[in-house]
């Protein structure tokens, strides 16, 4: 699986933490249909709000983000990463002095409309072990029937877990082992069982 296809399902994950959203909030008692528009209108807006947010602390990053979205050097150390919460605020979670971190963010994104979560591991060190994982999936020198290679279902870094998930079609001692022993024994790294996706 190609980078790209990595970092895709991560935009698609962001997009469908915000649809779940809709979904939850929308479902509520019976409501007229002025307040049912006015309830779309005000969810539509937040939604905008928290794309605007997220637009705006990766471009103080670097102008040219979206190009360089899987360049581990992209993202500062204080960075963990941000997501959507059930509630649809927009989360940046941060390492090291939470207050320290909440009045610089407050200074680049221009608001306190944000919520800030302490975490242990930088982005940047996330994406190190993706570039890690992608190095070894891109090796032409791997014979194709290595334990990993074999039951390879996926790897994305969950921001919310605030770790890198390694998915497995068969989670052993053996591949495991080739794994840390070939790819990386980094302690961000968690697997799960998963299937490999289907292509169309």
């Not at 539509?44 to 990766?58: E, F, W, Y």
């Not at 979206?66 to 150390?77: A, F, G, K, V, W």
């Not at 940046?92 to 207050?99: E, S």
């Amino acid at each position: 699986m190609k980078k790209s296809a990595y970092y895709l399902i991560i935009s698609l994950f962001l997009i469908g933490l915000v649809a779940c959203n809709q979904q939850s909030n929308n479902k509520k008692s019976v409501q007229s249909p002025e307040e049912y528009s006015e309830d779309i209108n005000s969810t539509s807006a937040k939604n905008i709000d928290v794309m605007a947010l997220h637009d705006k602390l990766m471009s103080s990053f670097s102008d040219d983000w979206i190009e360089r979205e899987s360049d581990p050097e992209l993202y500062p150390e204080y960075y963990g990463g941000s997501f959507v919460d059930n509630n649809g605020n927009f989360v940046i979670a941060v390492t090291g002095n939470v207050d320290k971190n909440r009045e610089y963010l407050i200074n680049i994104l221009e608001t306190d409309n944000f919520k800030i979560e302490t975490v242990r591991y930088s982005y940047r060190q996330m994406m190190r072990v993706m570039d890690d994982i992608d190095s070894f999936l891109t090796n032409s020198n791997i014979a194709e029937n290595h334990p990993v290679l074999e039951r390879f279902a996926g790897a994305y870094p969950d921001v919310m877990d605030n770790r890198v998930k390694v998915l497995l079609t068969e989670i052993n001692d053996e591949v495991i082992s080739s794994f840390k022993k070939d790819i990386t024994n980094s302690p961000l790294i968690v697997f799960e069982q998963g299937e490999i996706p289907e292509m169309y």
